[in-house]
């Protein structure tokens, strides 16, 4: 039997970022050799990774990454099962990694940036492992990347939970980084009216509509009480039409206008936004694994003389 150090294992979990005890168990089985032990843990970690692939990932951050210029940037969100996990440092750490990835690549798509280089590795082959090494299931969720027409500003809010990235061409810093914020907190749908999706206006449009025609005032009464609906809705899910967070007798637009400046554009991200959480019963799921493994030791315990 080969003798196993504490460098050989040392070696073996720097090269693959796998457990301590699990990168021993696979040298011992391995005879010591550290590129077989290697393929043990690349087999063993895929093999977590496919059984935790089928869990929802509703929990998670959001990290940015924005160049020292202020002209190129990138947000990603990095989903897990847990908020236990999304407080880990080395999952923090990679989501930050990959925001930078982003920036710096610009790959189209998640699958491009799961086949870019991250350190020595994969950022597919990382992410499989950061599975194994935690035991959650880890997904790339989404990223933006953006080139500015001004100078982007980022806010990350709530434990990395709510991420806002925008664009804003002149003003200062202060007013770029005050509208992120204000953006986190609004959590606006669109710039202007126009950029709104038209499935949410005619949604608006129709409650507003059945509302309306419950007052039974003239058809021409509901109409313009209708369209007033729409346009208060549009002001309020808006950025240009919200109220500035720090002073709500103006709007983001008059804001702007005071300042000389514009925004180009904005990106939110809210963690877990539109993922079906799955909900349970804690304490029927303790019970349940309690009973089933008193059903196991009573199958297990020999018959009474």
Do not use: W
Request: positive net charge; proline residues 3%.
């Amino acid at each position: 039997m080969a003798d196993i150090t504490a460098s050989m294992v040392r070696e073996l979990r720097e090269k693959t970022d796998a457990p301590m005890m699990e990168c021993k168990k696979a040298l011992t089985e391995a005879g010591g050799n550290a590129g077989k032990a290697e393929e043990i843990l690349r087999i063993k970690l895929g093999n977590k990774a496919s059984k935790a692939a089928t869990r929802v990932t509703a929990e998670g951050v959001v990290a940015a990454h924005i160049s020292s210029d202020g002209k190129l940037g990138a947000m990603v969100e990095i989903n897990c099962e847990t908020d236990f996990v999304a407080k880990n440092g080395e999952f923090i750490a990679f989501a930050g990694a990959l925001a930078q990835l982003v920036a710096t690549e610009g790959p189209a798509d998640v699958a491009a940036l799961s086949s870019l280089r991250l350190n020595d590795a994969l950022v597919e082959a990382a992410r499989t492992a950061l599975i194994g090494k935690i035991g959650e299931n880890v997904m790339i969720r989404r990223f933006a990347r953006i080139a500015a027409g001004g100078r982007l500003a980022s806010y990350i809010h709530g434990g990395a939970k709510i991420g806002v990235m925008v664009d804003v061409v002149g003003g200062s810093g202060a007013l770029a980084k005050d509208l992120a914020m204000h953006i986190a907190a609004s959590r606006p749908v669109a710039l202007s009216k126009d950029g709104v999706p038209a499935a949410i206006v005619k949604q608006e449009r129709d409650i507003a509509l059945a509302k309306a025609a419950e007052s039974g005032k003239p058809p021409n009464i509901v109409e313009k009480m209708v369209e007033g609906s729409v346009q208060k809705f549009l002001k309020e899910v808006t950025l240009l039409g919200q109220p500035f967070v720090k002073n709500d007798k103006q709007t983001v637009e008059q804001l702007l206008k005071s300042n000389g400046a514009s925004v180009a554009g904005f990106t939110l991200y809210v963690v877990g936004e539109g993922i079906e959480k799955k909900k349970g019963d804690f304490a029927a799921e303790v019970m349940a694994q309690v009973g089933q493994a008193r059903h196991k030791d009573e199958r297990q315990a020999p018959p009474s003389s």
